[in-house]
């Protein structure tokens, strides 16, 4: 009779202590989903109120922009003068060519000497493995802003200063962020596949090229999309290595509008919008191998 009391007894807490959970779960359940509906809001405006400011002002005449408000749209939405003037006056033709210039080049032998470095410090047992890969981090960690007299002066010594070279070996060098996303993925390639391939003849250089390189692709394409964002938005590199006008690229094309006597904004909003929508285009048509190149690595 006993052990009937105490099994009813723990029977009847337990079922208090579920009826309470259904309760809390009925009444957080719809508060924790308005908070997230709320915050994603929230998040949603501060990112696209700016571009809608930007949007108003490069279709606004400079009169109308001085007597409107930011969030004001403009009268005449067909009113493309800005647009032209930017293209015609400001060099953004030359601009373009320039970044795409230098962003195929850079990207190129980053992916080349990325993969080589990635596939030799994975697959390769040498003296000195770790000092290297603790090197890189070094290196990573130092500020770039305290080396750049030493890398002014080596530019110069080169003679590349003021042409396309310059920016494009600053940008080639040594990327430890895209070394650990190659390493990350490869660790994920079986060796068999390297032994297989030495067994039918094949030597290193012919395993990277026809059998590693393939398989990295999402890597890869992780990589550009980073990469390729950051030399795209790129200000401080072309504006000291390269002061040329004809050198100019975007980032640097839209400092031409500021001058001491005031700043254009409507043109430099025109010019914004120009510069976003290569890499807005670019970023919605390949977003998702961001996400798969990351997390492939370290799921497979």
């Known amino acids: 009779m006993r052990v009937e009391r105490t099994l009813t007894l723990g029977d009847r807490l337990r079922a208090a202590s579920a009826r309470n959970r259904s309760r809390t779960a009925r009444v957080s359940g719809p508060t924790a989903a308005v908070l ?19 949007l108003f002002a490069s279709f606004k005449t400079k ?37 795409l ?27 000195g493995r770790g000092l290297v890969m603790s090197g890189f981090l070094v290196a990573a960690l130092v500020p770039a802003v ?3 007299v030493a890398t002014f ?30 390493m990350q993925f490869m660790r994920s390639i079986s060796r068999s596949l390297d032994e297989a391939a030495m067994l039918d003849g094949a030597n290193r250089f012919r395993i990277y090229r026809s059998v590693i390189l393939p398989l990295l692709r999402p890597a890869i394409a992780t990589v550009v999309i980073i990469k390729g964002i950051a030399i ?8 000291l290595y390269m002061p040329s006008g004809d ?19 409507e043109l ?10 290569p890499t807005l285009v670019a970023f919605l048509a390949l977003q998702r191998h961001i996400y798969s190149g990351l997390t492939s690595g370290a799921t497979k």
């Open 232 to 239: 795209y938005n790129e200000f401080y590199l072309p504006f």
């Open 153 to 182: 002066k080596i530019i110069n010594f080169l003679g590349v200063f003021n042409t396309r070279w310059s920016v494009i070996l600053l940008f080639l060098g040594t990327d430890i962020i895209a070394i650990q996303i190659f």
């Open 36 to 54: 997230k509906y709320v915050s994603l809001v929230v998040a949603s405006l501060v990112a696209i109120v700016p571009l809608v400011t930007l």
């Open 268 to 277: 430099i909003a025109a010019c914004t919008i120009l510069v976003i929508v």
């Open 146 to 148: 305290t080396t750049q």
């Open 63 to 99: 009169a109308e922009f001085a007597a409107t408000g930011p969030l004001d749209p403009p009268k005449n939405w067909l009113n493309f003068s800005n647009y032209s003037k930017v293209l015609l006056e400001g060099d953004m033709i030359v601009a373009f060519v320039n970044t």
């Open 247 to 265: 050198l100019g690229v975007l980032s640097t094309a839209l400092f031409r509008f500021k001058g001491p006597q005031g700043s254009e904004w």
């Open 101 to 127: 210039v230098i962003l195929a080049v850079a990207l190129v032998g980053t992916i080349l000497l990325g993969t080589m470095t990635a596939y030799a410090i994975d697959r390769f047992n040498f003296r």
